[in-house]
């Protein structure tokens, strides 16, 4: 008997191996079709004003331009910016390296920012759908927002005689129509002065004392790496 059901056993085990095979390439094609269908959302800063510094902190104005680069609508769209105190110090002629402190914005520091301003957290409204703008493929969503940094860390950069390098942080979290997970992106940009506005000939930044550095007078550049999921 044992010899008469071995064969129907390897049949039935091979069976379930193509059946196993054939849901799994569903599930990669489906996975495929998803990347390839879903939103991605990106997102460029400019200054909108001056650089201020004054008795309660810096602050600027940045202006935020946010696209849909894929193929459906984004929903629940959520954004805010932020700005975190990096700077430097007075450069050791003997290693050449310049001193630093604050806060750098590597891709962990930069999701904590996000996490603590709320905007990586799925919070449902009383309809049980998550709040938010709502951007079509190739469609952009434009404002302007106002960043300041608080004045205590300007106050310690100054007393330690260090540059500021302030870095603007724009974080998003939005939904794909294709699943019930959100998806998230953060990317930073990091202001210099110029010219007689530049705090320090090797590495820049911005003296972190009162007044006020022109739009002109500034420079915005990425930094760090931006995140997509």
């Not at 603590?116 to 998550?130: H, I, N, R, S």
Request: aromatic share 8%; charged share 20%.
């Amino acid at each position: 008997m044992r010899k008469v059901y071995e064969p129907v056993v390897s049949q039935a085990r091979s069976a379930e191996e193509q059946v196993k095979a054939a849901i799994k390439s569903v599930e990669l094609a489906q996975q495929a079709f998803e990347v390839g269908q879903r939103p991605w959302l990106s997102a460029q800063l400019s200054l909108a004003g001056d650089l201020t510094i004054g008795p309660t902190g810096l602050e600027v104005s940045v202006k935020y331009s946010i696209k849909n680069n894929g193929n459906t609508v984004a929903t629940g769209v959520q954004r805010k910016l932020a700005m975190t105190p990096f700077y430097f110090g007075g450069y050791d002629t003997a290693s050449n390296k310049p001193g630093s402190g604050g806060t750098p914005v590597g891709l962990d520091a930069a999701e904590r920012k996000c996490k603590d301003l709320g905007v990586l957290e799925d919070l449902l409204d009383e309809a049980g759908a998550l709040p938010g703008d709502a951007i079509f493929p190739a469609e952009m969503l434009e404002g302007t927002y106002t960043v300041t940094i608080p004045s205590d860390p300007i106050k310690k950069a100054r007393a330690a005689e260090m540059a500021l390098f302030p870095a603007v942080l724009v974080c998003m979290r939005y939904r794909s129509p294709f699943d019930k997970r959100s998806h998230k992106t953060f990317v930073s940009y990091g202001i210099s002065g110029l010219g007689k506005y530049r705090a320090n000939p090797f590495t820049g930044g911005i003296d972190p004392v009162p007044g006020t550095v022109p739009m002109s007078s500034l420079s915005f550049d990425r930094v760090g790496n931006a995140y997509a999921d």
